[in-house]
């Protein structure tokens, strides 16, 4: 497979060449790490070969090494208490563009959601200071009143979508009017030159305080949600509909499986429903991030019923979804035995990994 022809060949010290770039390994270590986790990834390539990839991933607190006066970044600055410095996030930054390039199957996926980035210069860096620099990934980024500065955004391929619009939607709880938290983002486009379609970034509140205390929080933002849903879905009952993000709760909790209403593929479906594409995953006890000794599927893809159930026209490609858990973004986990996440940071440890959480992603192709 093409996958492997690249570790191999970034092994021999040699480049290679993705959409006609060629690509080096940043150093010896490098090409030794890229090799040893190049085994098989065709688990991952597109069904399609003129299928679209969307996908979502929380980068982890990209953070540049500025200090901002106006959020609370004082961890990530140049010689802050984490230690963090232009080495390590170039260091970073590299890592997530060779995992944006295997990502997308035959090519670099046609759109990608992030959140847990600090400002539009870190996405602007990354898209052009690394293996993705010839790729012409435009961004749409806006600051949020996160208190730690954390945005959510996305970077898109124009020669494979094109944006019609886009709105960022701050939430106000009225409930605590003095939280905030992200903006979610809803993105209009249109792809294969035909078909219109609707998705939604998220990063939802955290659990921090309990699931008890934090969830009334994100039930308000899936409310938001629910609601511009059947806005869409009054005016045209066939919109293509796609919801993306780190949820902070799982398939089977009340946002998710009542407010979006997001059911599993075999299930009894209704007018306004929502297919999850991570339920089953869920079931089987897998997941996109792990606290302690427990997978948790916060990172989904949800798409509404009429895209799911469509034979012709715009489907998802082989009716499927999944998450990019590509060997080199995992390590042992000595702790609470097998395998986690390998992550930038473990509290103040360094440990120089992608992300603590998965991507995950998704498939679309028009079909006669």
């Given at each position: 497979m093409k996958h492997i022809f690249f570790l191999f060949a970034a092994l021999l010290g040699t480049s290679w060449t993705c959409m006609g770039q060629e690509i080096q390994p940043d150093s010896d270590d490098e090409r030794v790490e890229m090799a040893e986790v190049g085994s098989d990834l065709s688990r991952f390539e597109r069904k399609s070969p003129n299928a679209l990839r969307l996908a979502f991933y929380n980068l982890e607190n990209l953070f540049d090494t500025e200090d901002d006066t106006l959020i609370n970044d004082e961890e990530f600055v140049a010689g802050g208490m984490k230690g963090w410095s232009e080495t390590r996030f170039r260091h970073k930054i590299n890592n997530h563009a060779k995992t944006l390039i295997a990502l997308g199957g035959w090519e670099a996926p046609a759109m990608v959601g992030f959140c847990e980035v600090e400002n539009r210069g870190v996405i602007h860096r990354l898209i052009t200071e690394t293996s993705l620099k010839d790729m012409n990934y435009q961004i749409i980024h806006e600051n949020s009143p996160d208190r730690r500065g954390i945005d959510v955004c996305l970077i898109y391929r124009p020669d494979k979508i094109r944006v019609l619009n886009h709105e960022y939607r701050r939430v106000f709880v009225p409930e605590d009017p003095g939280f905030k938290t992200r903006d979610f983002l809803y993105v209009k486009g249109l792809v294969f030159d035909k078909d219109t379609i609707h998705v939604f970034y998220n990063h939802w509140p955290s659990r921090m305080g309990g699931q008890q205390t934090s969830e009334p929080k994100r039930i308000f933002v899936a409310e938001l949600i629910r609601a511009m849903c059947d806005s869409l879905l009054k005016d045209n009952p066939n919109a293509n509909i796609l919801i993306s993000g780190d949820f902070n709760d799982e398939p089977g909790d009340k946002t998710m499986?009542?407010?979006?209403?997001?059911?599993?593929?075999?299930?009894?479906?209704?007018?306004?429903?929502?297919?999850?594409?991570?339920?089953?995953?869920?079931?089987?006890?897998?997941?996109?991030?792990?606290?302690?000794?427990?997978?948790?599927?916060?990172?989904?893809?949800?798409?509404?019923?009429?895209?799911?159930?469509?034979?012709?026209?715009?489907?998802?490609?082989?009716?499927?979804?999944?998450?990019?858990?590509?060997?080199?973004?995992?390590?042992?986990?000595?702790?609470?035995?097998?395998?986690?996440?390998?992550?930038?940071?473990?509290?103040?440890?360094?440990?120089?990994?992608?992300?603590?959480?998965?991507?995950?992603?998704?498939?679309?192709?028009?079909?006669?």
């Open positions: 499986a009542q407010i979006l209403r997001g059911k599993r593929r075999d299930a009894e479906l209704k007018s306004g429903d929502f297919v999850n594409f991570m339920y089953e995953l869920w079931e089987k006890g897998l997941g996109t991030e792990k606290y302690q000794d427990h997978w948790g599927m916060l990172d989904q893809w949800l798409v509404n019923v009429a895209l799911f159930k469509r034979q012709k026209g715009l489907v998802v490609d082989g009716g499927d979804a999944g998450i990019f858990n590509a060997p080199w973004l995992i390590e042992r986990d000595e702790r609470y035995l097998g395998e986690k996440p390998y992550r930038t940071f473990n509290g103040p440890q360094y440990l120089g990994g992608h992300s603590d959480h998965f991507p995950v992603y998704i498939d679309l192709v028009r079909k006669k």
